[in-house]
């Protein structure tokens, strides 16, 4: 076991700038803590948990120096405790200040009591984020990160290709990828390496060899660990297996993730022809300001002939347009790709050869009303 005690961890946040919720208050249920424990594989109950969590949320404001957990316990034991909380955002999608910080507090304790996780995670944490910590914590903590890599350390084996994978080394990155799955191959975090080298081969691109890893990926861990496997095998299958692919991609937009709306809006009206289920996906991306979507939008309500929708559309993404340079390039060329339809539309509405005036020389024009992020873009 290596000691962290030279590392100078910083909180990303003080817990004495507010006053803190009771703990009461922030902690989830019981059944909910039972279930990640079961799905954990952990010997450690609710009830014996508890008090051990209350004392050191408590102690995270007055600067408690006693020992917070039960003699019986080990470094593992609190790190147990810490993947709790993590998995618990990763699940609810959300992150709570006072269960982040007492999260964070859980790790430098894990690290203290010679957990060999913890150290290596606070040891990635202080390179990761050289620029605010001494040279002499750097050096340690490289110290560290070296000693434990020499014992094959299977966490520290990953971190160091979550490094390379993060600087655009993937080459480094797929090699320690696989000597950790040399290491551990039916764990969440073998799903996980899966799933990473899964998006390298992606890229090369080896795509027989991208399905094997994500297909693995998927196999092993929960959906909301690694969606983005589900995402990007969903587009592997986009053509061959359009049925599967939007089985994935659903799986994918469940967990909110961004990307999965336009390629359903665009799935589900190109191959399906499913208009009215493709604009329900184009308007959920439409929420999140996905330019792609507004174009998905319009094409589809110009197909169902919803004229006024149409309109409408142009307008939201005119105003968007305004907001960045990106979507003002995206929207010149969206109107130049749709010229012929947006004057169609004169044919259909009131006013509108001003109105298509106005789009079609969308460059030349301003608007005084300010994009709102809680708008439904009146359609």
Known sequence: MYSCSKLSFKRLSSSLAFKR????????????????????????????????????????????????????FKGEDVMMMKKVLEKLRHRTKSVNRNLRDLENEL?????????????????????????????????????????????????TIKLTADFAFASEDFSNAEKYYKLFLD??????????????LGKISFKKPDLKEAE?????????????????????????????????????MESAASEGFKESFQLLGFLEMNYFQNLQK??????LGMELFDFECFIGYF????????????????????KLSETNEVSKESFQIFVNSRHDQIN??????KNVVADTSLFLHADRTTTDSPIEKESRWNL
């Open 21 to 72: 919720a009771p703990f009461y208050e922030v902690f989830p249920s019981k059944k909910l803590v039972n279930r990640l424990l079961f799905e954990m594989d952990s010997k450690l109950t609710f009830s014996k948990l508890y008090p051990v969590y209350e004392s050191v949320y408590n102690s995270l404001d007055v600067g408690h120096t006693e020992r917070c957990f039960p003699v019986s």
């Open 107 to 155: 790790l430098e304790n894990a690290a203290e009591l010679g957990d060999n996780d913890a150290i290596s995670v606070l040891s990635f944490n202080v390179i990761t984020n050289s620029d605010k910590n001494t040279p002499e914590d750097v050096s340690h903590a490289q110290k560290l990160i070296k000693s434990l890599y020499q014992m094959h350390h299977p966490l």
């Open 183 to 196: 290491s551990e191959k039916d764990t969440y975090r073998a799903g996980e390496v899966n799933g990473q």
């Open 212 to 248: 094997k890893y994500f297909l693995e990926s998927i196999r092993l861990c929960p959906l909301e660990q690694v969606v983005q496997s589900y995402y990007h095998l969903a587009q592997l299958y986009m053509d061959s297996e359009p049925v599967k692919a939007r089985c994935l």
């Open 278 to 283: 493709a604009l329900q996906w184009f308007k």
């Open 299 to 318: 094409d589809c309500c110009m197909k169902l002939k919803s004229f006024q929708k149409a309109k409408n559309c142009l307008k939201s993404m005119q």
């Open 344 to 349: 169609s539309l004169a044919l259909y509405s």
